[in-house]
């Protein structure tokens, strides 16, 4: 199961479990957020991990970018569009 599969049915069970939904959102209150965010991912059984969930945001956009226009640097990054963190929160 890949980081997005994951976090895709990661999402799908907290929009469904209120009490999921607000453990998930209460590791946005740790020290050290995403840490805290990957190991609830964990315990709840998707391997989830800090490096790979940041390489999966970063790999997808340069895939992106190679599929349009030739591959070049013709459409400049928006914020937070490689950020599969970020993405996860705003979608519950």
């Known amino acids: 199961m890949t980081v997005t599969d994951c976090l895709e049915e990661l999402r799908q069970r907290a929009k469904r479990d209120e009490k999921l939904r607000r453990a998930l959102l209460d590791t946005r209150k740790e020290k050290e957020p995403l840490?805290?965010?990957?190991?609830?991912?964990?315990?709840?059984?998707?391997?989830?991990?800090?490096?790979?969930?940041i390489s999966a945001g970063e790999e997808f956009h340069a895939a992106m970018k190679r599929s349009t226009n030739g591959g070049g640097e013709n459409s400049p990054m928006l914020d937070g569009q490689d950020d599969f963190y970020e993405l996860f929160f705003a979608g519950l």
Not at 36 to 45: P, T
């Open 35 to 53: 840490q805290a965010f990957c190991r609830k991912c964990r315990e709840l059984g998707y391997p989830v991990y800090e490096m790979e969930l």
